[in-house]
């Protein structure tokens, strides 16, 4: 019968096992690993071993194991829970028997090498994932990061980032190849320094900030960079956070910002919900510098910006959204409702800014026609601006 023997193992080109370990080695049949772990463990397979690699695609590995029909031995690295082979397993298996034998994982052995306890600290894999929950802890402010990396996701790549979004109060710590006696390397860099430095992989690193920042909600209006210098092509302060408020936003939303311009809207959701997807959409050319300019400004990465016509735009590869706010719609109210109504799940929320009774009326005929209701209706006025109504329409 199938079953998972995962063994944690280090950089180390001589692995120190215990004596269960060995006996579990030693009986073994089938063993099962990533290439280097191949390298590491190789001579101490009992003769006649079989061995599978764990290469991509993965299917083909997943076909390998169920045509066997005994227990596989794999080497993971570090703990196999923790972001690891194992925790694969288990969802690919779920009936299958699975022991584990861990070992530190690399952000562990890392703070240990430095001497820092990590019972406060975040938690980010970069490993084959999107920038996605490392934006969100660094606009989040977290004290310490602790990040596994991989080819691309390298510790002078997240140094870039880092600089490029002007987060420079920070400093990293590099582990490579952490518990191989021969090539282990750890150092202390500046944000500055990492970023032009070339690290060995295997690689983790842990980031430390050096001291507090404070996080702004409502960002003031003449911090951004705007159009043309035109100060009322910018959705204002207060009317920017009702009209947050108003798309309901949560861990797991995906917000689509149509007509962003300076990209306020986008930029203040982000930051008050970093865990968010946020994708933006503006017909000018001049939104791309505008939303670089401004995401660097306030310091927010992970917004995606769409540059042309929202209604010729292919959005099938785009997180789908579940709200919406429609900032410009460039005379075309009807068929951007239609276009989002078919998009949003039930409960899903579309939120837009009335300055006319016309464009107000559209809307809401619209969202009729295309099952959404409206749910509010706030109007506000600014010193001696026109009143606007903040509209929200709920998909049912």
């Known amino acids: 019968m199938l079953s998972f023997l995962v063994i944690g193992i280090n950089d180390s080109p001589q692995p120190a096992f215990t004596d269960e370990v060995k006996r579990v080695i030693d009986g073994g049949k089938v063993f099962s690993g990533g290439l ?16 599978i690699d764990i290469t991509v695609p993965l ?57 820092m306890s990590y019972h406060d600290m975040t938690i980010v894999s970069l490993t084959g994932r999107p920038w996605n929950a490392f934006d969100a802890a660094l606009i989040e402010g977290r004290d310490k990061i602790g990040i596994l990396t991989d080819r691309q996701h390298t510790p002078s790549a997240i140094a870039e980032r880092m600089l490029h979004y002007g987060y420079v109060e920070y400093e990293m710590y590099v582990g490579e190849h952490l518990g191989n006696t021969d090539a282990e390397r750890v150092a202390r860099y500046s944000i500055e320094d990492a970023a032009t430095t070339d690290f060995s992989f295997p690689n983790c690193l842990i980031i430390t900030k050096n001291n507090n920042s404070s996080f702004q909600m409502g960002l003031p209006d003449n911090a951004f960079a ?148 409206l749910v509010s209706c706030n109007s506000i006025q600014l010193n001696d601006y026109n009143k606007i109504d903040i509209l929200k329409c709920v998909k049912q």
């Open 36 to 51: 280097r772990h191949h390298e590491i463990v190789g001579d101490l397979l009992p003769d006649g071993a079989q061995w």
């Open 59 to 115: 299917s083909d590995v997943y076909r390998e194991y169920r045509d066997v029909d005994d227990k596989i031995i794999i080497f993971a690295s570090g703990d196999p829970l923790f972001f690891g082979f194992a925790t694969t397993l288990q969802r690919e298996f779920p009936d299958v028997d699975i022991k584990v034998y861990p070992t530190f994982n690399s952000l562990q052995t890392l703070a240990h090498r430095i001497v």
């Open 226 to 373: 705007i159009l043309d210098g035109r100060p009322k092509m910018i959705t204002k302060m207060p009317i920017r956070l009702l009209s947050i408020q108003a798309l309901g936003l949560k861990c797991g939303s995906v917000l689509w910002d149509i007509g962003f311009c300076t990209g306020s809207i986008s930029i203040e959701a982000k930051r008050m919900y970093p865990s968010i997807d946020v994708v933006a959409f503006e017909i000018r050319e001049e939104g791309r510098k505008l939303m670089e300019e401004n995401t660097r400004r306030f310091r927010t990465p992970g917004i995606t910006a769409v540059i042309g016509d929202f209604m010729q735009q292919d959005v099938t590869t785009l997180p789908q959204p579940t709200s919406v706010f429609i900032g410009g719609h460039g005379g075309k109210i009807v068929q951007m409702v239609a276009r989002v109504a078919q998009l949003l799940p039930k409960g899903g929320t579309v939120v837009m800014n009335s300055v006319s009774e016309k464009s107000r009326t559209l809307f809401i005929g619209a969202c009729q026609m295309f099952g959404l209701s």
